[in-house]
């Protein structure tokens, strides 16, 4: 629930400026928290656990770059949706490879 109203409030409050990413940061918030739900349960190991983080800080790192011109045009933000895809992916594998912590 907590998470819904922090979605509705990045919807609303966002400032729409050309470089503003507010569903893609809402996206990264999202892979965060399933990361140390994951964690958490134990569905994670530490090292997949680490792996999938560097995968955000990939894609984090990745958005600064489409940034960097001041405008995030809509190739740029395809991009992107397709860099979280492919960690939506890997987080669920992850978390059901049968390799945990216990
Ligand atoms: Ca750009
Ligand atoms: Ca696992």
């Given at each position: 629930?907590k998470?819904?109203?922090?979605?509705?409030?990045?919807a609303?409050?966002?400032?729409?400026?050309l470089?503003?990413?507010?569903?893609?940061?809402?996206?990264?918030?999202?892979?965060?928290?399933?990361?140390?739900?994951?964690?958490?349960?134990g569905?994670?190991?530490?090292?997949?656990?680490?792996?999938?983080?560097?995968q955000?800080?990939?894609?984090?790192?990745?958005e600064?770059?489409?940034?960097?011109?001041g405008?995030?045009?809509p190739r740029?933000?395809?991009?992107?949706?397709?860099?979280?895809?492919?960690?939506?992916k890997?987080?669920?594998?992850?978390?059901?490879?049968?390799?945990?912590?216990?």
């Open positions: 629930m998470r819904a109203i922090a979605f509705a409030a990045i609303l409050f966002a400032p729409l400026t470089a503003s990413t507010p569903v893609l940061d809402a996206r990264q918030e999202n892979q965060q928290d399933r990361i140390e739900q994951g964690s958490a349960s569905e994670l190991t530490a090292h997949e656990a680490a792996t999938l983080e560097a955000q800080q990939h894609i984090e790192n990745k600064d770059r489409a940034k960097a011109d405008v995030v045009n740029e933000r395809a991009a992107l949706q397709r860099s979280q895809d492919r960690a939506s890997k987080i669920l594998q992850q978390k059901h490879d049968q390799q945990d912590r216990h």
